[in-house]
């Protein structure tokens, strides 16, 4: 079993639509979550940091089940350049503050005008 | 306030061959990781630098791959006799604490 599971999809869905993505991860010692997106295999980038209180930046929402295990992001009044394969990221921290992240093979979205 | 650096951004090595790919990770930040990414696949975890020291390299490949991070200049990853199973982007990230932010990468392509 992976450690970080997401639905590959793609997700292809019209401008202005609301999407949602779901994860789930299998170390109950993870201690950050995070959304990242990527785009055409290149660098990550950071889109949210994930809360149990939930956060939400514009059109992103994020929330955490530390409960169950699983993380979701929604995108409101999707773009098309929300096009992309958002990474859905597990932090495990070692001996010091910080630690290495596991990543989750990735949902594509591919946004139609 | 400069991202993370990452150069070569692209490397061609014979089989055999030694790759070294260097990473400054942005400024006010002493944590570096090094991650690669196979065709295909996700993104896996390599190692886990501060300055001088190897935190974590439990996903380091037992030969031929080694890591630093000395207290002057930039992190290096070496690989030496490179095989074409080592064709992958490798990304480096920095934190200061728990967010990572990454580099563009550097691509290498065994040939």
């Known amino acids: 079993r992976k450690e970080v599971e997401q639905d590959p999809g793609p997700f292809n869905v019209p401008e202005g639509a609301t999407v949602a993505f779901n994860c789930t991860y299998s170390?109950?010692?993870?201690?950050?979550f995070f959304w990242y997106r990527q785009d055409c295999r290149k660098e990550p980038k950071l889109l949210m940091s994930?809360?149990?209180s939930g956060n939400e930046d514009g059109r992103f929402t994020a929330q955490l089940n530390r409960a169950s295990q699983y993380i979701s992001l929604l995108i409101r009044d999707s773009k098309l350049s929300d096009s992309a394969t958002y990474l859905c990221?597990?932090?495990?921290?070692?001996?010091?503050?910080?630690?290495?992240?596991?990543f989750g093979q990735g949902t594509t979205l591919q946004v139609k005008p | 306030n400069a991202g993370v650096m990452q150069n070569p951004r692209h490397l061609v090595r014979r089989r055999g061959q030694e790759a070294r790919l260097r990473c400054s990770p942005m400024?006010?930040?002493?944590?570096v990781y090094w991650y690669r990414q196979l065709p295909e696949e996700g993104l896996k975890f390599m190692v886990y630098?501060?300055?001088?020291?190897?935190?974590?390299e439990s996903g380091m490949p037992k030969e031929r791959f080694s890591a630093e991070f000395p207290k002057e200049g930039p992190s290096i990853l070496r690989i030496q006799q490179v095989v074409r199973g080592d064709s992958a982007a490798y990304f480096c990230?920095?934190?200061?604490?728990?967010?990572?932010?990454f580099g563009p990468g550097t691509r290498l392509t065994v040939t």
């Open positions: 990230a920095s934190s200061r604490w728990t967010e990572q932010y």
């Open positions: 170390n109950s010692a993870s201690q950050s």
């Open positions: 994930v809360y149990s």
């Open positions: 990221v597990v932090g495990v921290r070692g001996s010091s503050n910080t630690g290495k992240l596991i």
């Open positions: 400024k006010g930040h002493s944590h």
């Open positions: 630098l501060q300055k001088e020291n190897i935190i974590d």
